[in-house]
């Protein structure tokens, strides 16, 4: 956190962590330099009989892929509470309803995400910004298993530097195909490649044009041809 605001970050500092990061230490750290927390938290049984009690007047339904499958909530919870300076902090929990049909939905009327907050704020919007902490852990998880950063090809520093701006040039201009060409917010890299990079076809040549035959019933046949269509291109240099 020093090291941030040394690079010239300035007003309030938020740090967004998984259940990794869920411990005293980190927490009295941002404490003692007045940074705002938000930290999902390990739910042992103590922390799901708190969950369980909160009335279900109290659950607010979120947008979700399906229909009224997400809900969120808030109470109290006193974490470290063996330690001296424990204190009560703010408890938001949402709660997803499994897929019909998976393994979890034999077991469970929903899996829940909780994460403690000494953060102002409403409860909504607290749990959403929460969430999009995992966006970043998407885009590596992508490079390392999509593109090529899960091993580094050389015992040299320079080498592997190389190496990673050529990948990650490789993932942007990937996520880009993705918004401006297909229209859609995100895809893997994977997804892209077995859909659209990986495309059986033979290239034919008739009347000095060279053509591209694509398989007949590719199921993705109309978002290629969407995305190669001049709507999509970018305006030509002034």
């Known amino acids: 956190m020093s090291r941030v605001r040394y690079a010239g970050a300035t007003g309030q500092l938020t740090v967004r962590a998984d259940s990794g990061f869920y411990n005293h230490d980190i927490v009295a750290v941002c404490r003692k330099m007045k940074v705002r927390f938000s930290i999902t938290i390990r739910q042992h049984q103590s922390v799901r009989n708190i969950i369980e009690a909160i009335p279900e007047a109290d659950w607010t339904p979120i947008p979700y892929w399906m229909e009224g499958a997400a809900d969120v909530a808030e109470t109290t919870y006193t974490p470290f509470q063996s330690e001296p300076d424990a204190v009560p902090v703010r408890l938001i929990v949402r709660r997803v309803k499994p897929t019909p049909g998976s393994q979890l939905a034999l077991f469970a009327n929903y899996s829940y995400h909780a994460f403690i907050t000494d953060r102002d704020g409403d409860t909504l919007d607290l749990e959403a910004d929460h969430r999009r902490h995992a966006e970043i852990e998407n885009a590596i998880r992508d490079l390392q298993y999509s593109v090529g950063l899960n091993h580094l090809p050389s015992g040299r520093f320079p080498a592997n530097g190389a190496w990673l701006a050529v990948q990650v040039i490789a993932h942007i201009l990937a996520r880009w195909t993705t918004r401006i060409g297909l229209g859609k917010p995100v ?45 999509y291109a970018p305006c030509p240099p002034s």
């Open 187 to 231: 895809a893997t890299t994977k997804t892209l490649r077995r859909r659209f990079f990986s495309l059986a076809g033979r290239l034919t040549r008739s009347a000095r044009r060279l053509a591209l035959p694509l398989p007949q019933g590719w199921s993705w046949q109309n978002q290629f041809l969407a995305a190669l269509s001049p709507n």
